[in-house]
């Protein structure tokens, strides 16, 4: 792709297009890697089959083959709205061998979100299944560039892929050259607009990810990986089956995020490296169920507290990899691993990122200074300018431009980097709660909250105020029913004057039966703002 095609998405092609060292350069090359290394080696494990490296990449080059009869052609969006199952990653792979731009679509979002999604990225294709097929029909008059929509769990509407799964289809795939820098994924993330954007990334971007993950130590190349987390994340895909791929290892599919088959299932397959949201992680200490030796347990989605932490690591031994990534990066830009982190601290910069925290101005600031966080490529070493940032959001200049301006990615996060080099996040720059000309973050009283044991979870969100500008309320969901809110409300308040300036500490207390969350389990603020201050 040329330069000066970019432009026409609203994006900025990549600063410098070099290569990961030792790695394949693209995501197909990863499965092709794989098949001629170990074809007969367990590539994917659901609980209805079980498949080879030779069989997925017979099933993605038959794929790819009724792609390509369908009329898709590198470029073109292809939309997958399905569950966790290995035709979601067969479809992957295939769009990515293909050389289109691929776009998941989570299956508990609303019809309106689906629709904006679909509409936005003009995706040519949609994959779906029966359980949601009436609500996209419903939509198909509003979408004029959506040609096809294949229903695959219904022989009638499935446009060839049941065949094409069971390689009824004698055709072979053309196998055009993929360019690794090209658009290959629209990553819809709401983050705190309720809006959704398209981030870009490129099959480089993916690709990047366990490769550096893997050489760099950070996650083991040699550990039996699953997820319960919804694949159509295109995150949760990276670290999952491109990862263990990857490392020529098996991709498991958990049963479901509830805790106790869940870890029942952790034993049974044993699993080595999973990731949870914390609400999980909660559940998983409520439930005090044993893990299995040797599993590597992260925590992402949102952040980890203090709290949980320390019980987790009293319950278990070892300590709960925190992190902190966001769908720009992609996936993780500073991690813990199996070490002590400083209070509130997420990680340390994954080595082939250089993490900084800089001014509205775009100054870096000094160690310890609250900032915006931001990153991109380091300058020496074997990893020099070989990541690249995102190419941008779909189709939107100025919010790229936004994004990417002075050479960095702009998170959009506060937060501070210690002489040590951890990273601590103090909140989302759109979060920021200005109290009567003061700086409030949330995330610093969330972290005071949390460690009351009656407190399950917590958010603090603003509200508008004539006088204030913006009062403070905290958004409380007990740990457990019957408990006395004014006293619990009295308790934190007393736990808030001890640990925080009178200014922070929080201005009225709403208490919750259950939070408005997506589908990563982290507490929708936008939905819990209308809640607390309703709009007429």
């Not at 004698?170 to 360019?179: E, W």
């Not at 600031?365 to 070493?381: A, D």
């Not at 919750?512 to 809640?531: D, Q, S, Y």
Request: aromatic residues 6%.
């Amino acid at each position: 792709m040329k330069d000066e095609d970019f432009a026409t998405y609203g994006l900025q092609p990549p600063p410098a297009r070099i290569d990961p060292p030792n790695s394949p350069r693209d995501v197909a090359e990863i499965l092709d890697r794989a098949i001629a290394s170990a074809p007969d080696a367990e590539a994917l494990v659901e609980a209805s089959q079980r498949m080879t490296f030779a069989q997925v990449g017979s099933a993605v080059e038959s794929v790819t083959t009724l792609f390509e009869q369908a009329g898709l052609k590198p470029g073109d969006r292809i939309a997958a709205s399905l569950g966790n199952t290995c035709d979601l990653v067969i479809a992957f792979f295939a769009a990515m061998r293909l050389g289109a731009v691929w776009v998941g679509i989570n299956k508990i979002l609303p019809a309106g979100d689906k629709r904006y999604i679909l509409d936005h990225s003009g995706a040519k294709l949609l994959l779906a299944d029966a359980s949601i097929a009436e609500q996209i029909d419903s939509l198909r008059g509003e979408l004029s560039a959506l040609a096809h929509v294949w229903v695959i769990d219904e022989p009638a509407r499935d446009g060839g892929w049941h065949a094409a799964r069971t390689m009824e289809s004698q055709a072979r795939a053309s196998r055009p050259p993929v360019d690794p820098y090209a658009p290959a994924a629209i990553m819809y993330t709401s983050g705190t607009t309720g809006v959704p954007k398209g981030v870009v990334h490129s099959q480089h971007n993916m690709v990047v990810v366990p490769a550096a993950t893997f050489a760099h130590g950070i996650l083991s190349p040699d550990a039996s990986r699953g997820a319960a987390l919804p694949l159509t994340i295109t995150n949760v895909m990276i670290l999952g089956p491109i990862s263990a791929f990857f490392a020529i290892r098996p991709f498991k599919f958990g049963p479901s995020t509830k805790v106790a088959p869940l870890v029942e299932w952790l034993h049974a397959e044993q699993i080595g490296q999973i990731a949870f949201v914390p609400t999980m992680v909660y559940d998983l200490l409520q439930a005090g169920l044993d893990l299995p030796p040797g599993l590597s347990l992260g925590a992402g989605g949102a952040p980890l507290p203090q709290v949980i932490r320390e019980a987790f690591f009293k319950r278990y031994g070892f300590h709960i990899g925190t992190s902190y990534g966001l769908t720009e990066a992609p996936t993780v830009v500073a991690i813990s691993g199996d070490q002590v982190t400083p209070d509130g601290a997420s990680g340390l910069a994954v080595p082939h990122m250089d993490v900084t925290i800089r001014s509205e101005d775009g100054l870096v600031l000094p160690i310890g200074e609250t900032g915006e966080v931001c990153f991109g490529p380091v300058s020496e070493g074997p990893w020099a300018g070989v990541y690249t940032p995102p190419l941008g959001y779909w189709r939107e200049p100025e919010r790229t431009a936004a994004l990417l301006r002075g050479g960095v990615v702009h998170s959009g996060d506060h937060g501070r980097l210690n002489d040590e080099g951890w990273l601590t996040i103090a909140d989302r720059s759109s979060e920021l709660i200005l109290r009567g000309g003061s700086n409030v973050y949330p995330a610093e009283i969330e972290r005071i909250l949390h460690r009351h044991d009656d407190v399950a979870d917590c958010a603090v969100v603003g509200r508008p105020d004539l006088r204030m500008g913006m009062l403070t309320v905290a958004c409380v969901l007990p740990a457990r029913p019957g408990i006395d809110a004014d006293a619990l409300r009295d308790e934190l308040r007393a736990l808030c004057a001890e640990h925080l300036t009178r200014y922070k500490i929080p201005d009225e207390w709403r208490f919750f039966e259950e939070f408005p969350r997506n589908a990563m389990g982290k507490v929708v603020k936008p939905k819990l703002r209308e809640l607390v201050a309703p709009t007429n």
